[in-house]
């Protein structure tokens, strides 16, 4: 896509989508493994299919793999607003094995630093298609990509970002600090952010994103959800695993055992700021 601070298309090249046929083979092999959940990766996998010979949605991929038997859950990353179809919307709503889970990078909410990054999408349009994602698939959690200090952004920029995290209320965000790419348009623009600034910006935004991602997992405490285990944590005597909606949880194993891929309900006691616990129960 040629974002002006991206050196990814200089580096790996145009991108290219495997066949359909060619990633229902692996899947089925994994699926033949023992392998519970795959994950579809892409740089932009919004955009797969284009270059194929006879053309495959990526909407129609998720379909395609949703009926493979074995596997249980489908995760998918990462999806350009820009290319987020109703197509693929939809998709997520009508297969049963997609994760409702969305990662959507916004990287700023100011409608002249996304044009000087060359997204291709406004603020309105961005707010727009996570209407839209609430909408069909209400129990989604949307993550995102911000980066702060491009060069040229000013405090109203800035204050246009913190207001998307403010509506938009995601569960988690990876924030990035602008720095240079040698051989990027961004790299050459004129009015680069003071290091401080871009550092006190950064502070801020994680301060916001905090209570967000907090407030998301408290809304947890009390229920049961179906986490899928991954293995011991840190500590021995304590599993983690992921719910359906990407949300990391930890739980004691006490006198039971556990399985890698293993389904286990969960009932959250306590929300952190970057994951949840509770005991498994029947």
Request: hydrophobic fraction near 35%.
């Amino acid at each position: 896509n040629f974002c002006t601070y991206c050196i990814v298309p200089y580096v790996r090249g145009r991108e290219r989508s495997r066949t359909p046929e060619d990633i229902l083979a692996e899947v089925r092999r994994l699926a033949a493994d023992g392998v519970k959940e795959v994950m579809l990766l892409g740089q932009n996998v919004n955009s797969y299919g284009k270059n194929l010979k006879a053309p495959v949605s990526f909407a129609e991929l998720l379909r395609m793999v949703n009926e493979v038997e074995g596997i249980e859950r489908i995760r998918f990353m990462t999806s350009h607003p820009k290319d987020l179809s109703d197509e693929l919307i939809q998709a997520m709503a009508d297969c049963d094995k997609v994760c409702k889970y969305l990662h959507l990078p916004v990287q700023s909410g100011s409608d002249e630093i996304l044009r000087r990054m060359n997204r291709g999408y406004t603020k309105e349009k961005y707010l727009e298609l996570v209407k839209m994602v609430r909408k069909y698939v209400p129990d989604a959690t949307i993550t995102t990509d911000i980066i702060v200090g491009f060069p040229g952004e000013t405090e109203e920029d800035f204050e246009e970002t913190l207001d998307v995290v403010r509506q938009v209320g995601f569960t988690s965000a990876y924030t990035f600090i602008y720095s240079k790419r040698s051989g990027t348009p961004a790299a050459k623009m004129e009015n680069q952010v003071p290091l401080a600034v871009k550092k006190e910006r950064l502070n801020r935004l994680m301060a916001l994103q905090n209570e967000n991602s907090l407030k998301c997992h408290e809304k947890l405490v009390g229920q049961t959800v179906e986490v899928l285990a991954e293995g011991p944590s840190k500590q021995k005597t304590v599993w983690n695993g992921r719910t359906r909606t990407g949300v990391l949880v930890l739980w004691p194993i006490e006198d039971k055992q556990y399985e890698v891929g293993q389904k286990v309900n969960v009932q959250i006691e306590a929300a952190q700021t970057w994951l949840v616990k509770g005991k498994a129960v029947d």
